[in-house]
């Protein structure tokens, strides 16, 4: 079967930056809206990135979320009968501590929840500061990365699959042209 990509639209991504970076130096997290693939299209697409605002805790390396956040945007979700997207998943921001660099895989956490929350994929933003200015693009192992401003972002997009009873997370391409193309323009 072919590999599977991760198509993310160009304001998804944005959201996501923005979001990292308003709460940097702790993580944001958020969902993610967007179709899954089909027979005929092998990939998942990302129309939309939400942040949750309203969480239990929120760390450098952990944020812990609200159950009734989480209802509520739920509650929002159901009555919008045109929402054509469904939640396919969620992001979260890996931010760098000191001179301690963000690990940019899923923490075993990070693969509970998307277990806990049906989650199909997960987007790690792994932000940095006070990097060499790299301009935006797409590296061998489909990630995506580059620099806006005086930040550094370094995004993988992950599933989880299935082996002997356990989850194990697998990372799938990032491919975002139009967005990657305005950031590079933009940086
Ligand atoms: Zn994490």
Same mark, same amino acid.
């Given at each position: 079967?072919?590999?599977?990509?991760?198509? @993310?639209?160009?304001?998804?991504?944005?959201?996501?930056?923005?979001?990292?970076?308003?709460?940097?130096? %702790?993580?944001? +997290?958020?969902?993610?809206?967007?179709?899954?693939?089909?027979?005929?299209? $092998?990939?998942?697409? +990302?129309?939309?990135?939400?942040? *949750? =605002?309203?969480?239990?805790?929120?760390?450098?390396?952990?944020?812990?979320?609200?159950?009734?956040?989480?209802?509520? %945007?739920?509650?929002?979700?159901?009555?919008?009968?045109?929402?054509?997207?469904?939640? +396919?998943?969620?992001?979260?921001?890996?931010?760098?501590?000191?001179?301690?660099?963000?690990? *940019?895989?899923?923490?075993?956490?990070? @693969? =509970? /929840?998307? @277990?806990?929350?049906? $989650? $199909?994929?997960?987007?790690?933003?792994?932000?940095?500061?006070?990097?060499?200015? +790299?301009?935006?693009?797409?590296?061998?192992?489909?990630?995506?990365?580059?620099?806006?401003?005086?930040? /550094?972002?370094? *995004?993988?997009?992950?599933?989880?699959?299935?082996?002997?009873?356990?989850?194990?997370?697998? %990372? *799938?391409?990032?491919?975002?042209?139009?967005?990657?193309?305005?950031?590079?323009?933009?940086?």
């Amino acid at each position: 079967m072919a590999m599977l990509t991760v198509h @993310i639209d160009k304001w998804a991504l944005f959201n996501m930056l923005f979001s990292a970076i308003e709460v940097a130096k %702790t993580e944001c +997290i958020g969902w993610l809206f967007g179709s899954a693939p089909t027979s005929l299209c $092998k990939y998942y697409r +990302i129309v939309n990135a939400i942040p *949750l =605002q309203f969480l239990k805790v929120r760390r450098n390396s952990e944020v812990e979320l609200h159950d009734r956040g989480i209802a509520q %945007t739920d509650n929002l979700i159901n009555v919008l009968p045109t929402f054509k997207y469904p939640r +396919i998943g969620g992001f979260h921001s890996h931010v760098e501590w000191g001179n301690t660099q963000p690990p *940019l895989h899923l923490s075993n956490t990070d @693969i =509970q /929840f998307m @277990i806990d929350w049906d $989650k $199909k994929i997960e987007i790690i933003v792994g932000v940095m500061k006070n990097r060499k200015h +790299i301009l935006w693009g797409r590296q061998k192992d489909g990630s995506i990365c580059g620099s806006s401003g005086k930040y /550094f972002f370094h *995004l993988y997009a992950y599933t989880l699959v299935e082996s002997e009873g356990e989850q194990y997370s697998l %990372t *799938l391409p990032i491919v975002a042209p139009a967005s990657l193309r305005f950031l590079r323009k933009s940086s």
